[in-house]
C-alpha cells in the first residue's frame, strides 16, 4: 500500500462523483444532498486512512509522493506530495468541507448545481495543498475560483454579483502573478522545470528572488488576505451563504498563508530576509485596523469578516519572526483559525435563517428563545478572542512568544510589534463580547419577535458547531496532537530562515540543513 495514489484519489474522487450529480433523479434536492454527502465523507475517511497509514510524523520531507507525466510537451507532469505544511491543511480541507455540505442542507434553488460545485470545490482545494509542480499548483489554484464565484453569484445576498465580481478580480489579478512567477522560475538556469523540488535547488539572484517574491506576496496576499489587499473580503463575505462562508473563511484563507509558506519563504529564502519585517509590519496592521473596523461594523457578517483579517494578521508576524515556535504558531493559527471562523459564520447563516437581518440594530434578546443558539454563540466567540483552554489562545501565544523571542530584531521592534499586537488582541473581545450583548441579551425587539418564528436550533446544527468545538477545544487543552503534525518540518524550514541571515546562524544555529527546504527534495515512491 507504501505505492497507492492516495493523493490522486483523494483530490480525483470528489471530482468525479461530482460528474454524477446530473444524472441524478432528483426534483428538490434531497437525494443530491445525501450523494454529496456520503461522497464527502468517504473522502474524508480515505483522507484520515491515508494519513493514519502512510504519514511518519517526524519525517520533515514529502510523504504519499506521486510523480506521473502528463504533458510532457511543456514539461506539466501531475506531481503530488503532504509534509508538515500540507497535511493539516489537507485534513482541515476535507474536515471542513464536509461540514459545508451539511450545512448546506437547506438549499433548494439549483441544488445539483450547488452541490455539483462545491464536489469539484472538495477537490480542486484538497490539490492546492499537495501539488508540487508549479504549472500544476496555478492551473488548481485558478480551478477553485470559479466554483466560489458561481456559489457567490447565483446563491449570494442583494449584492450578489458585484461582490462575486469584485472576488475574482482580484484573486484572477493576483494569480496572473502567480503565472509570471512560475515561468520565471522554470525557465531560468540551464535545466527548464517547473517541479518544485528542482526549482528549490535553483540558485537565483538577489534581484530577482526579490520580484518573485513581491511577486508572490501580492497574488497570495490577496488570499490571506493581507491589508491593503483585503476589501473583496468583507463583500464576499456580506453576499455569501453559510456553506460559502465556511469554505472562504476555514479553508481559502488559508491558500494564501500556504502558499506563502511553501513559496515565498520555502522557496526563496534569501529574499524572505529582506521582506520578512514587512510581514510583520503588514501582520500587526492587520491585527489593528481590522479589529478597529471590526468595532465599527453593524452588519453582523461583515463584522465576522473584519475579524477573520485581524486574526490572519498573526500568521504574518509568525512567519517574519526568524523563531520555530513562531513559524509553529503561525501554522497553528491558520488550523485554528479555520475551524473557529467556519464556526462564526456558520452561526451567522443560523441567526439570519431565523431573525433575517443582519443589522445588529434590528436584532435584541434573541437569546431568551433560541437557548442552544445563546450557548453556541457564546462558547464560539470565546474561541474567538482566544480564550485558555481553546486553539486559538495556544496559537496567539506561540506566536507572542516566538516574536519577542526573535534575535533577528532589535529590541524597541519588538516591543513596538508585541504593543500593537496586543492593542488588537485586547480589542478582540470588546467587539465581540459587544456583538453577543446585541444579538443576544438585553430585551427583545417586539417588531422582530412579532414578525419572525425565534425556532431554537435544530440537531443538525448542533451537531455542525460540536463537531467544530471538538478540535478547538482539544487543540487548547493539547497542542501536540496538531503540532506534531508539522514541527520537523517547521523546523527544517526555520533553519533555511536562519541560513539566509548568516549572523542568526552563528549565534544561535537552529536544526542545520545542508540543503533548500528539506521538504521538497525528499525522494519518489520507488527510489
Known amino acids: 500500500m507504501a505505492n497507492f495514489p492516495w493523493l490522486t484519489i483523494i483530490i480525483l474522487f470528489p471530482i468525479v462523483a461530482a460528474l454524477l450529480v446530473p444524472l441524478i433523479p432528483d426534483k428538490d434536492g434531497r437525494t443530491v444532498r445525501w450523494f454529496a454527502l456520503i461522497v464527502g465523507l468517504i473522502d474524508f475517511a480515505i483522507i484520515i486512512y491515508a ?178 489587499l483585503h476589501t473583496w473580503l468583507p463583500d464576499a463575505h456580506g453576499e455569501a451563504t453559510a456553506p460559502a462562508h465556511m469554505l472562504l473563511a476555514g479553508i481559502l484563507l488559508k491558500m494564501g498563508g500556504y502558499a506563502l509558506l511553501r513559496m515565498n519563504v520555502g522557496m526563496l529564502p534569501d529574499a524572505h530576509a529582506t521582506f520578512a519585517p514587512i510581514l510583520v509590519i503588514l501582520g500587526v496592521i492587520n491585527i489593528v485596523y481590522a479589529a478597529l473596523t471590526s468595532f465599527a461594523q453593524r ?48 452561526l451567522v447563516g443560523c441567526t439570519y435563517d431565523r431573525t433575517h437581518t443582519l443589522m445588529l440594530d434590528e436584532m435584541g434578546g434573541v437569546g431568551q428563545k433560541m437557548k442552544k443558539v445563546f450557548a453556541m454563540w457564546t462558547t464560539c466567540s470565546m474561541a474567538s478572542l482566544a ?77 455542525v458547531i460540536a463537531s467544530l468545538l471538538v478540535p478547538v477545544i482539544g487543540i487548547g487543552l493539547y497542542p501536540k496532537v496538531v503540532t506534531q503534525m508539522y514541527d520537523s518540518t517547521t523546523t527544517q524550514l526555520t533553519a533555511l530562515m536562519r541560513q539566509s541571515m548568516p549572523t542568526l546562524v552563528k549565534e544561535t544555529p537552529v536544526a542545520k540543513s545542508d540543503r533548500p527546504f528539506v521538504s521538497m527534495v525528499a525522494p519518489k515512491i520507488g527510489e
Open 51 to 228: 494519513f493514519c497509514t502512510g504519514y511518519e510524523l517526524g519525517t520533515p520531507g514529502l510523504q504519499l509522493v506521486e510523480r506521473y507525466s502528463w504533458v510532457p510537451q511543456v514539461g506539466l507532469s501531475w506531481s503530488l506530495g503532504a509534509d508538515g505544511l500540507s497535511m493539516p491543511l489537507i485534513i482541515l480541507t476535507g474536515f471542513i468541507t464536509t461540514l459545508a455540505i451539511l450545512a448546506a442542507w437547506p438549499v433548494t434553488l439549483k441544488p445539483k448545481l450547488f452541490y455539483f460545485l462545491m464536489l469539484v470545490m472538495y477537490g480542486g482545494q484538497i490539490a492546492v495543498f499537495a501539488v508540487q509542480d508549479m504549472l500544476l499548483f496555478f492551473l488548481v489554484w485558478e480551478l477553485e475560483l470559479v466554483p466560489v464565484y458561481l456559489i457567490l453569484s447565483i446563491w449570494g445576498g442583494k449584492k450578489r454579483l458585484y461582490a462575486a465580481t469584485k472576488f475574482i478580480l482580484y484573486t484572477a489579478g493576483g494569480s496572473l502573478f502567480i503565472l509570471v512567477g512560475a515561468l520565471t522560475m522554470a525557465f531560468y538556469g540551464d535545466v527548464v522545470t517547473f517541479d518544485m523540488a528542482t526549482i528549490a535547488l535553483k540558485d537565483f539572484p538577489i534581484k530577482l528572488q526579490l520580484l518573485l517574491y513581491g511577486g508572490f506576496l501580492i497574488a497570495y496576499g490577496v488570499k490571506l488576505p493581507i491589508f491593503p
Open 299 to 346: 452588519n453582523l457578517k461583515r463584522k465576522i469578516a473584519y475579524s477573520s483579517i485581524s486574526h490572519m494578521g498573526f500568521v504574518l508576524i509568525g512567519m517574519g519572526s526568524f523563531t520555530e515556535i513562531g513559524v509553529s504558531g503561525a501554522m497553528l493559527q491558520m488550523i485554528s483559525h479555520g475551524l473557529i471562523g467556519a464556526s462564526l459564520f456558520f
Open 387 to 463: 480564550l485558555p483552554g481553546m486553539s486559538g489562545f495556544v496559537a496567539e501565544l506561540m506566536v507572542f512568544i516566538g516574536i519577542a523571542t526573535s534575535d533577528a530584531y532589535n529590541a524597541t521592534f519588538k516591543v513596538l510589534v508585541v504593543f500593537l499586537a496586543a492593542v488588537g488582541v485586547i480589542l478582540t473581545p470588546i467587539y465581540l463580547l459587544s456583538m453577543l450583548r446585541e444579538i443576544l441579551y438585553g430585551p427583545e425587539n417586539k417588531e422582530l419577535v412579532s414578525h419572525e418564528k425565534l425556532v431554537d436550533a435544530e440537531p443538525r446544527e448542533v451537531f
